[in-house]
């Protein structure tokens, strides 16, 4: 930034104490990575993988069971 003059002159005291304002400045920090998703939507993918896998394990059981039955009906 330019220093700005101002129309007061600076008078530093003979005697006494100096005291200085201190003027506030823009301070930079690091960034901060953001996950590209939230630990809720993880856990909600997790959750319907779940369910897929238990839907499929179930739809291979009657898949199972419906073979099953012929063979028996021939066996008799």
Known sequence: MPEVKSMFREVL???GQLSMEDVP???LCKPKL???K??????LE???HEAQEVIKQQELAVREQQQAQPEQEQAQ
């Open 46 to 48: 997790k959750m319907q």
């Open 34 to 36: 953001l996950p590209l």
């Open 38 to 43: 939230s630990v809720t939507l993880e856990k």
């Open 13 to 15: 005291p003979k005697q």
């Open 25 to 27: 400045a823009m301070v």
